[in-house]
Structure formats: C-alpha cells, structure tokens
C-alpha cells in the first residue's frame, strides 16, 4: 500500500467521532455550564486533531498552522448566561474556525469526571494519589492517600504539586498538618470545600481559590491548596487526544497556551 492510500485511510467521521467521544464521556448524563459535544461543524472527515484547554484565539491560530482538521478542548463557548450574541472575541474566534473549516468539541464536566481519562484521574496519576473514594455533584470531587514515600504532611504535599505540575500552589492552613486523607478536584471547584471536610478529607486541593475559601478551610479545619485553574486541567484534554489517535489512528498534538490563572 502507497503511503498516500495509507494516510487517505487514516481519518475519522466527523459526526462518528462525537458519536464515540459522547457514549466514552456520557455527556448525557451531566447537567453543564455550556454544551458538551461538537459545537462547530468543520468538514466532515477529520485527519488531525489538536488539543488544548480553552478554545482561545490563540490556540485555534496554533491548531490552523498545524492544518488541523478539529480542535479539541475543556473549555468552549456558549456559557450560560453569558451574551449569545456573536460579537467582538466571540465573533473573531467562529470566523476562523469557520473560515478554515475547522470542527471544534468540547467536554466540559465530563472530561473532570472520566475514571480513565479525566483531568481529576490524570491528577491523582501525575501526583502519586491513590483515589478511592467520590463525593460531591455528580461524584466530580475525588478522594484519597497520598502514599508517605511521596509527602507526609501538607507542606510536602504543595512541594509535591509544584515540582510536578510546574506552579507554585498557594497554601491556606499549617504546612506541618499531617496527611490522611487527601480531596480533589480540578479547575474552579473550590466550592467543594466543605464537601471534601465533610467526606474525610484533611486537606482539599483546587484550581482556584475565591475570598471566601481562606474562612471556610479555617473553620472547617481543612487545609486548601489552590493549584492553578489552567494548570490542573492540562491533562484530561491530553489523555482524551491520545486515545483518540490511538482509537482512530489519526494524528494528535497538545499545544499548552501558557495561562497563570
């Protein structure tokens, strides 16, 4: 077989890859922020596919260089309650996804969620965690040890997250606390704090950290950790990519947008 023929082989259906990605994540069963799936239609067999965290104007530019047939992403458009009208940002990212006729699927929710694939699994995998145990909507918040060899209390712990996911956590509680048990979940889900206490853990770690975040730790006697909202979702993005390259055979390649929130 000529390499021509064997590369023409190597694609995917459009609407058969959101139809697989879909059943995979069980978008169906998530109340969301924004509509998982494919939210722009660009042609209709897909060869190459990149990934990335948000679906800025920055990264569909990098994916149209790359001659990307479909971007891939955690965070898309058509928030709820945000301004439908497509104007200004809005209007500039469409039209260059729509000029280079490049699909775009987003997974919200789901891809924090996922066992395998997830941001929150990736995390526990990158940070040594052993998970056993949900809490929380929708069991998106994670639980767990993190095993002594690795961190044997909170201070340790955030040394841990630095080294590991390349940012400098800020630390709200007693660096010196004993680890026992550990929460997680990525992104904007400092929220769950008082869940995580709630369900055992002694310190939570997060993307964000909102004003009210410092007193609930305080008095719900748990330490916090917020680790960075783009960082701690890096991985999901990445880990889905490549299972569908490798489901598919088609090419995949993650391009980080450097983010410090």
């Known amino acids: 077989m000529s390499e021509n023929l064997k590369m023409d082989r190597e694609t995917v259906d459009r609407d058969e890859l959101a139809q697989y990605l879909a059943q995979l994540l069980e978008i169906a069963r998530f109340r969301d922020y924004c509509p998982n799936g494919l939210q722009v239609e660009g042609k209709p067999q897909i060869r190459s596919i990149v990934s990335g965290v948000t679906a800025s104007r920055a990264l569909i530019e990098a994916a149209i260089e790359q001659r990307a047939d479909a971007l891939l992403v955690h965070h898309g458009y058509f928030w709820r309650d945000e301004n439908p009208c497509v104007v200004g940002i809005k209007h500039h990212?469409?039209?260059?996804?729509?000029?280079?006729?490049?699909?775009?699927?987003?997974?919200?929710?789901?891809?924090?969620?996922?066992?395998?694939?997830?941001?929150?699994?990736?995390?526990?995998?990158?940070?040594?965690?052993?998970?056993?145990?949900?809490?929380?909507?929708?069991?998106?918040?994670?639980?767990?040890?993190?095993?002594?060899?690795?961190?044997?209390?909170v201070g340790e712990l955030a040394t841990l997250v630095e080294r590991r996911l390349g940012?400098?956590?800020?630390?709200?509680?007693?660096?010196?606390?004993?680890?026992?048990?550990?929460?997680?979940?990525?992104?904007?889900?400092?929220?769950?704090?008082?869940?995580?206490?709630?369900?055992?853990?002694?310190?939570?770690?997060?993307?964000?950290?909102?004003?009210?975040?410092?007193?609930?730790a305080r008095e719900a006697g748990i330490a916090y950790l917020?680790?960075?909202?783009?960082?701690?979702?890096?991985?999901?993005?990445?880990?889905?990519?490549?299972?569908?390259?490798?489901?598919?055979?088609?090419?995949?390649?993650?391009?980080d947008i450097d983010n410090p929130a």
């Not at 950290?209 to 007193?215: G, L």
């Not at 960075?228 to 991985?235: C, K």
């Open 93 to 153: 990212r469409l039209k260059l996804l729509l000029q280079n006729d490049i699909s775009l699927f987003v997974y919200h929710l789901p891809l924090d969620h996922h066992p395998e694939l997830g941001n929150n699994a990736q995390l526990a995998r990158l940070l040594g965690v052993l998970p056993d145990g949900r809490f929380g909507e929708n069991e998106l918040g994670w639980l767990g040890a993190v095993p002594v060899s690795l961190a044997r209390n």
């Open 167 to 216: 940012r400098k956590p800020l630390l709200v509680g007693d660096p010196a606390q004993l680890l026992r048990r550990v929460g997680w979940c990525s992104g904007a889900a400092q929220g769950l704090l008082a869940d995580a206490a709630a369900a055992g853990a002694d310190v939570f770690l997060s993307g964000e950290i909102s004003e009210q975040t410092a007193h609930v």
């Open 226 to 255: 917020a680790c960075g909202h783009h960082a701690t979702e890096r991985l999901g993005v990445q880990s889905l990519g490549e299972r569908i390259a490798a489901e598919f055979g088609i090419r995949h390649h993650f391009i």
